[in-house]
């Protein structure tokens, strides 16, 4: 089964098709087909399988992160060939899965996350929205908290996605199904965190 995720983790890296995976070389014994190696990993997203490697992995290894303030970012990949999006709910209900507290969380966003939504979703996970104002809407933000130095901070979010544009599985989505883009970016995730932990 090793060999699978190695192709699994060959296809993230290199963002080739399918069909185009070198199962010659990447597997020592008996042959499996790109067909089978993708069987295998929507099987194992629509189980939830990595995200529940991923929260584990955070649950276990919690003790590693900063978790003073975090960062958002708007950027996203191009979807190709359409798909569905990721609530930003997600992004708190997960780190709830991992046991991770957010009340009191400051998290840094940009004018693109400006809305009541989202101010609302903080809200509900005791999360402090440190957003840059979007005056296009109109409103009068003078009670909303916008602390400039540790907005600034924010650079450290591009860091981390030029880390995840080496993954040239995700630069372009050609997934139709959020399960297998959000399963993706999860192996991705888990790779990023071993080795700052490596490092560490």
């Known amino acids: 089964m090793i060999e699978v995720e190695n192709s699994i983790l060959y296809k993230l890296k ?9 199962v010659g070389s990447l597997f020592s014994d008996v042959v499996l087909s790109h ?32 978790l003073s303030s975090a960062d958002l970012d708007g950027s996203h990949a191009t979807a190709l060939r359409g798909g569905d999006e990721v609530s ?27 809305s009541k939504d989202f101010r609302s979703i903080c ?7 440190n957003v840059a104002f979007n005056y296009r809407n109109g409103e009068n933000k003078d009670e909303y908290l916008l602390d400039d130095l540790l907005y ?26 959020i399960s297998s883009r959000k399963s993706f970016n999860y192996i991705a995730f888990m790779i990023i965190l071993f080795k700052k932990i490596k490092t560490k």
Not at 51 to 65: A, Q
Not at 95 to 111: H, Q, V
């Open 152 to 177: 600034k901070q924010r650079y450290v979010i591009e860091r981390t996605n030029a880390w995840l544009d080496s993954f040239r599985s995700l630069l372009n989505r050609f997934d139709y199904t």
């Open 123 to 129: 809200e509900k996970w005791g999360v402090i929205p």
């Open 14 to 22: 290199t963002g080739c098709q399918w069909y185009l995976l070198s």
């Open 35 to 66: 067909k089978t190696i993708f069987g295998h990993f929507r099987k194992w997203c629509k189980n939830g399988d990595w995200e529940y490697c991923w929260t584990k992995i955070l649950e276990n290894h919690k003790s590693f992160l900063d």
């Open 88 to 114: 930003s709910e997600e992004l708190f209900s997960t780190l709830g899965e991992a046991k991770i507290s957010t009340d009191g969380l400051f998290i840094n966003a940009d004018s693109g996350f400006d």
